[in-house]
């Protein structure tokens, strides 16, 4: 369903993406403002702004257009991250499935810069502000930093090429590699099949489920009409980037509560907390650690998120196939981890959001910026640690349903004064449900010395590998499910209550 959603908003991005296409005015050339917005009247402005003004104000449905693009990219983001979540929680990036992940990370991290990019392109005090950032993180780079800010920008900042550039890379050539992407990455699905949740008849080897045509098309049809419903209801009422309010750029100004979209809200966290660090070198040379390190860990973090289905099969040793979805509990050292990525990102969205907290709020942004920057470290530790307990407790509480049966909330008091709970006993399909998980081995080292007296010393990569292996699987990471001995043990009487 959330892979639908992501779907079907990129289909409505490109429709009204093309119909803004044949009255937005991607130019920087300097026009003097003469539509119907009174306010802004004889203000010298770039066409790129007139005609986003010109789309909201004087162009019949063109705000409602506008706002059902924006308010579609930001439900797409969303809508990829979630269903990422939903791909890595229940394991369904394993093999075959590893290059779908690293196709739809792809996606993502496309969607969310050609997000950037449209936002970027009406020349307004926002949007200007936000490439004014684009090009401090470009000018941080040691080296070619400089020289691809020439590229870009053409000279000076803002100049006059950077609209048209950015309009031609967010109508064309990110969304074509898009649609390239989005089509492998469905064709594989199709191909590879959905993965399906343990049931009785469920196997790794059959899919339980509606056949694609007719009943799926026919109801994945009537959700695209919904989705386009909502997303057009949530544009007709709700405003979204009132650019008219902003007034057009101009590099000496900047308006205050300037925030990106919510999904580069990250980056910005990072730049807003990172402490203001430059360092000389070599005869001069400045180096911006204070941007640079931010850039530094965006790219680091997306390399984590494309490798992850790679670096799991690597530590726990597993190569087989997989078309089980997992329970999260099952697994509870990828679920805490991905857990804990969600509280940093959480974290530096706050972070990104320090000066709109501190005004909402009351509070200290100084406080905002040192609880950021202390967060970053132990937040995802804590939720780590918390997440993990969790599911094993979710796990003990699993087994204790199998071999003890279901609460009922029934108590009886038996002749001699004694009360008891009534638990019954689940259902077949359920007792399966709950126990049809693996429960892998960690990988085990080599003996150091073989039956041959041979020293064979492991390396420290292997040896790594098998601490992390333990990590994943060994003792106080998972909890023993029932046996079929057990559960016919407690089943027949001896353990009853
Ligand atoms: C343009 C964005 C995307 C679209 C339109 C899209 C669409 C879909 C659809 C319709 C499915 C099948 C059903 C479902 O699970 O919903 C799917 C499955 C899948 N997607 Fe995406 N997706 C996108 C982005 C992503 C991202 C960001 C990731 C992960 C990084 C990803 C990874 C996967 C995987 C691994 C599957 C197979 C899941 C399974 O069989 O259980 N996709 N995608
Ligand atoms: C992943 C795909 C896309 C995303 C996330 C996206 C997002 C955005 C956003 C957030 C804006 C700013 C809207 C505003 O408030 O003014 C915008 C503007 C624009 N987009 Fe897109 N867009 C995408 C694809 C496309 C495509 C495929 C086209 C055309 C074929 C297109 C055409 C335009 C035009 C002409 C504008 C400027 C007009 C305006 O700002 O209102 N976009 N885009």
Known sequence: MLGEIALYTFVIIILTGVWLTLFFRPSMGEVVYDGSYVPLKGIPMSEAYASTLDISFDIRGGLLIRQIHHWSAI?????????????????????????????????????????????????????????????????????????????????????????????????????????????????????HKHTQFAGPGRTNENVVGMPLLPVYTAKAGGFFFLVFGVISAMAAIATVNPIWAYGPYRPDQVSTDAQPDWYMGFSEGLVRVMPGWEISVWGGHTLNLGVFIPLIIFPTVLVGLWGYPFIEAWITGDRGEHHMADRPRNHPVRTAYGAAWMGLYLVLLAGGGNDLLATHFHLSINAITYFVRAGFFAVPIIIFVVTKRWCLGLQRRDKEKVLHGRETGVINRLHHGEYIEVHAPLPQGRLYTLTAHEQPEPVVLAPEVDENGVVRKAGLFTRARAKLSRGFYGEGSQIAKPTAEEHQEIASGHGHH
């Open 75 to 191: 439900v797409f983001v969303a809508a990829m991250l979630t269903h990422m979540m939903r791909v890595f929680f229940t394991g369904a990036f394993r093999k075959p499935r590893e290059i779908n992940w690293v196709f739809g990370a792809l996606l993502l991290f496309l969607g969310m810069f050609d997000g950037f990019m449209g936002y970027s392109l009406p020349d307004d005090l926002l949007s200007g502000t936000g490439i004014r950032f684009m090009e401090g993180a470009i000018l941080a780079m040691p080296i070619v930093g400089t020289y691809l800010q020439f590229f870009f920008f053409g000279g000076q900042f803002p100049g006059v090429l950077i609209v048209p550039r950015l309009f031609t890379v967010h109508i064309l050539l990110i969304p074509g590699i898009m649609v390239g992407l989005l089509a492998a990455h469905l064709i594989l699905v199709f191909y």
